[in-house]
């Protein structure tokens, strides 16, 4: 905990300290506080870099993905001598000579059911770095059992959203957006494609959300939806309110949330040793297929068309899916078990291709 500014300190944060609405007092709220960034990607890439630069003494970095080329466009705080390691190492390298005052919480795993809770409630508030509903609205029911506010940023080829919820009592995720988009309808980066400038505008904002909460200064975009379109550089603010019908989310519905399975590659292929025989689905594009294919895979369906396919999924067998990372095919296994697949019997292969490749057969390609 920061009881006074040092020198260098005073010097580091010096435009800081000019500005009346910041100050000292200001500057030490910063460097005595925490905030968990959930993606080292294109939206966490910016907000992680501008959240060290200001002082935010603790920042905890939390991705289970490794730098590829492919994500040098638009995540800026990896570079091309990253490629390989992990998002969060990468990250924590870049922070550290950015700004020795800050601590790094290093998490190379992925948020779920099991360990939101424990891991958000270290934290003051929350910024949103993903690219699924599935994460979205784990922190969002996390942070709103918690009673902790979370800056909320998406992207989709030239168009950006931010929103900051959970603050002051202010709605939540559930509020703007009841329910998830069937898979075909929420295309990720890789599928959509995305200007590589536009997770730094949303980013930066989200970054600028986050700072504004912790000094307490400016409006907030509480109840608030800012809409981004680069191509035309216009914003717009929508407004919303909280649904007061809506159940809210409490601790014990989340530790007792059970939809879908996550089995890492060691587990499946030590399983399938012992003579378990799944259903294996890869949720892929059949460009990728080519690339690299798992030994054994039963089906490819792109996880944008399964629900107009699902009848080529059984329901009588124990279905596991696995894409790239580990992304799709949650959004897929969740979807599977909303649409009645016995939840028992419907596993996502955790990390997908590129955990395969760490953990079990270093010959498979992580692309």
Not at 227 to 245: G, H, P, Q, Y
Not at 271 to 291: A, H, M, Y
Not at 301 to 317: A, N, T, Y
Not at 347 to 358: A, K, T
Request: aromatic share 6%; proline share 4%; glycine share 10%.
């Amino acid at each position: 905990m920061a009881n006074g500014l040092s020198s260098e300190q005073s010097d580091r944060y010096a435009r800081h300290l000019a500005l009346p609405d910041v100050g000292e007092e200001g500057q030490l709220s910063l460097l005595n506080s925490s905030v968990l960034v959930v993606g080292a990607g294109g939206l966490g890439s910016p907000a992680i870099l501008y959240l060290a630069a200001a002082g935010v003494g603790r920042i905890g970095v939390m991705d289970f993905d490794t730098v590829s080329l492919s994500n040098l466009q638009r995540q800026v705080i990896h570079s091309s001598g990253s490629i390989g390691d992990s998002k969060v190492g990468s990250a924590a390298k870049r922070i550290h000579g950015l700004n020795p005052d800050v601590e790094v919480i290093e998490i190379e795993e992925k948020l779920t059911n099991e360990n939101s809770i424990g891991i958000i409630e270290n934290f003051d508030l929350v910024l949103d770095g993903t690219d699924n509903f599935e994460t979205r609205y784990l922190i969002g029911d996390t942070c709103e059992a918690l009673g902790k506010p979370w800056v909320f940023g998406s992207i989709h080829r030239f168009d950006g959203q931010v929103s900051s919820f959970n603050y002051d009592n202010g709605p939540n995720y559930r509020d703007l957006f009841p329910e998830a988009p069937p898979p075909e309808l929420a295309p990720n980066c890789a599928e959509a494609g995305v200007l590589g400038v536009l997770p730094g505008i949303v980013g930066t904002i989200q970054a600028t959300e986050a700072i504004k909460m912790i000094l307490g200064v400016g409006e907030i975009l509480s109840g608030k939806l800012l809409t981004i379109d680069a191509r035309n550089m216009e914003m717009r603010t929508l407004s919303f309110k909280a649904n007061s019908s809506r159940k809210r989310a409490c601790l014990a519905d989340i530790e007792q949330l059970s939809s879908f399975s996550e089995i890492s590659p060691l587990e499946f292929v030590n399983r399938t040793k012992e003579g378990w025989n799944p259903f294996l689905l890869d949720v892929r594009r059949s460009d990728e297929e080519e690339i690299v294919k798992l030994e054994g895979t039963d089906l490819r369906i792109q996880h944008m068309h399964v629900p107009s396919r699902m009848d080529e999924i059984p329901k009588d067998e124990e279905v596991v899916i696995y894409c790239r990372v580990g992304g799709r095919s949650a959004a897929v296994a969740r979807f599977l078990v909303e649409s009645g697949w016995p939840s028992h019997s419907v596993y996502n292969l955790s990390g997908g291709i590129h955990e395969w490749s760490d953990t079990v057969d270093s010959s498979i390609i992580k692309y």
